[in-house]
């Protein structure tokens, strides 16, 4: 079955970056669009971007334009997203989560990205 | 970018039936998607490509557009159906992503 583990929780400081990984499990990785989606404390969920781990091509939201990476590593199955200059109000749980049929059908457990001084 | 709009949240008495709606005008031409999110757990797709229902979503969960404003209805409420849902929209150009605020349900 399909199944998206992400790594787990971080702290950092304001101005650091992180990086959250998402191995994908169940399906052929370079088949399907990642997309990156979070969620602030009691807030909504925000999309941030995808990426094709097929020919590497990417989107994000105008809001992460600058800030946000999107890569992978095919060989182990594994995307990551990569936030620079964390601020914040940056702090929120962060989740990958693949497409089906125009949908995001497949989410991952969520990695909670803590930005404190 | 654009906007989609959401009730901030909806009570229902169990049994009954309970109406969501997503408004935004860019869904005449773009497929909506919803999804329940529970506390503390990640959201489940309920309905993709306006009105299917992935495998395993009960047939309570129906899904419709008309216009410019996509619904989610539940019918026969029940307790276990208490959640925040959110509907999303592709846009077809860019393949960019757009949630609604979301919606709280109470089954009261």
Known sequence: ?117 | SYEVTQPPSVSVSPGQTATITCSGHQLRDKYACWYQQKPGQSPVLVIYQDSKRPSGIPERFSGSTSGITATLTISGTQAMDEADYYCQAWDSITSHVTFGGGTKLTVL
């Not at chain 1, 999309?47 to 095919?74: C, E, L």
């Open chain 1, 1 to 117: 079955q399909v199944r998206l583990v992400q790594s787990g929780p971080e702290v950092k400081k304001p101005g650091a970056s992180v990086k959250v990984s998402c191995k994908a499990s169940g399906y052929t990785f370079a088949n399907y669009d990642i997309n990156w989606v979070r969620q602030a404390p009691g807030q909504g969920l925000e999309w941030m971007g995808w990426m094709n781990p097929n020919d590497d091509n990417v989107a994000s939201a105008q809001k992460f334009q600058g800030r946000v990476t999107f890569t992978k590593n095919t060989a182990v199955s594994t995307a990551y997203m990569e936030l620079s200059s964390l601020r914040s109000d940056d702090t929120a749980v962060y989740y990958c989560a693949r497409v089906l049929n125009w949908g995001l059908a497949y989410w991952g457990q969520g990695t909670l990205v803590t930005v404190s001084s």
